[in-house]
């Protein structure tokens, strides 16, 4: 979890803990989700999201969870402008409305670390 990577940082252990889906990412016929949110474009610089059909999806918003511990995270959302009508909407999601990710950002930099470990 982004409590534990961050816990090993800050007291300087170097972590080789693997998430949980790291196996799987090894595995030689293992292709990435196109439609995934780890899968899209992500321009640093601007902060957006490219969804599969090439659409900007721009920043909404933050959002706060706490664990059972107490500790607090944080995951930035990003929404779709134009989803009606795409070709790809039924393989990228179901719902109503255009689509919404929420990322990580700390835990996937936290998880491309043990990836290189």
Same mark, same amino acid.
């Given at each position: 979890? +982004?409590?534990?990577?961050?816990?090993? =940082? +800050?007291?300087?252990?170097? &972590?080789?803990? #693997?998430?949980?889906?790291?196996? #799987? +990412? =090894?595995?030689?016929?293992?292709?990435?989700?196109?439609? /995934?949110?780890?899968?899209? /474009? %992500?321009?640093?610089? +601007?902060? %957006?999201?490219?969804?599969?059909?090439?659409?900007?999806?721009?920043?909404?918003?933050?959002?706060?969870?706490?664990? $059972?511990?107490?500790?607090?995270?944080?995951? &930035?959302?990003? #929404? &779709?402008?134009?989803?009606?009508?795409?070709?790809?909407?039924?393989?990228?999601?179901? $719902? =109503?409305?255009?689509?919404?990710?929420?990322?990580?950002?700390?835990?996937? =930099?936290?998880?491309?670390?043990?990836?290189?470990?």
């Amino acid at each position: 979890s +982004e409590e534990n990577y961050r816990f090993m =940082q +800050e007291n300087g252990i170097e &972590a080789f803990v #693997k998430y949980n889906y790291f196996h #799987k +990412e =090894q595995r030689p016929r293992y292709t990435p989700n196109p439609f /995934h949110a780890e899968s899209l /474009h %992500y321009n640093a610089g +601007e902060d %957006y999201y490219v969804c599969p059909m090439g659409q900007h999806m721009n920043r909404i918003g933050t959002r706060r969870d706490k664990t $059972a511990s107490g500790y607090i995270t944080e995951s &930035a959302r990003y #929404k &779709a402008q134009r989803c009606e009508g795409c070709p790809l909407r039924g393989s990228c999601f179901k $719902a =109503q409305g255009n689509r919404i990710i929420e990322v990580n950002h700390r835990l996937n =930099q936290y998880k491309r670390q043990a990836r290189e470990r």
